[in-house]
């Protein structure tokens, strides 16, 4: 009935108000997987519970810039807490946001350290670009970083 609703929704209609109800109904009857989408749809934060609470981690593996638009911390501390996504795949999605690239691999450096290592270059770079002060910390705490390229990066923007 609500679906139909927002077909037929007219502009002066609330179609955010019924998208939330759509949702909210969709979870009640244990459809989660749809509310999940009306949740990403709406850039709703609403839907970083839903995946936790049912584990939806599968569901939302290839959705990385969709759950940035509802919040680019939580998505990138969520996407981040499960072994399940691989890191690849959301550096991938994320290819056109350097910054919510940083997010993510700052948050996944917390979560699970030895999953950024493949990362190290891109994260130095990111890390200089977003948050410069933080760079000898990170270079501190991650030995997987090559020393020569995060030096080679910090030339190159002026940084030493």
């Given at each position: 009935l609500v679906s139909d609703k927002l077909k037929n929704a007219t502009p002066t209609t609330d179609v955010h108000t019924m998208n939330l109800s759509l949702a909210t109904l969709y979870s009640r009857v244990n459809r989660v997987d749809q509310a999940m989408l009306v949740f990403l749809r709406l850039g709703s934060p609403e839907v970083f519970a839903l995946v936790k609470k049912h584990n939806l981690f599968a569901t939302v593996q290839d959705k990385a810039v969709q759950l940035m638009a509802c919040g680019p911390e939580a998505a990138a501390a969520?996407?981040?807490?499960?072994?399940?996504?691989?890191?690849?795949?959301?550096i991938q999605q994320l290819a056109s946001s350097p910054q919510h690239q940083y997010l993510y691999l700052d948050a996944l450096s917390s979560?699970?350290?030895?999953?950024?290592?493949?990362?190290?270059?891109?994260?130095?770079?990111?890390?200089?670009?977003?948050?410069?002060?933080?760079?000898?910390?990170?270079?501190?705490?991650?030995?997987?970083?090559?020393?020569?390229?995060?030096?080679?990066?910090?030339?190159?923007?002026?940084?030493?």
């Open positions: 969520l996407l981040a807490s499960s072994k399940d996504i691989k890191p690849t795949s959301i979560a699970d350290p030895p999953a950024v290592k493949d990362f190290g270059r891109l994260q130095v770079e990111l890390t200089a670009e977003y948050h410069p002060e933080r760079l000898l910390s990170f270079l501190r705490q991650h030995p997987y970083v090559p020393l020569v390229e995060a030096k080679q990066i910090c030339e190159q923007r002026g940084m030493i």
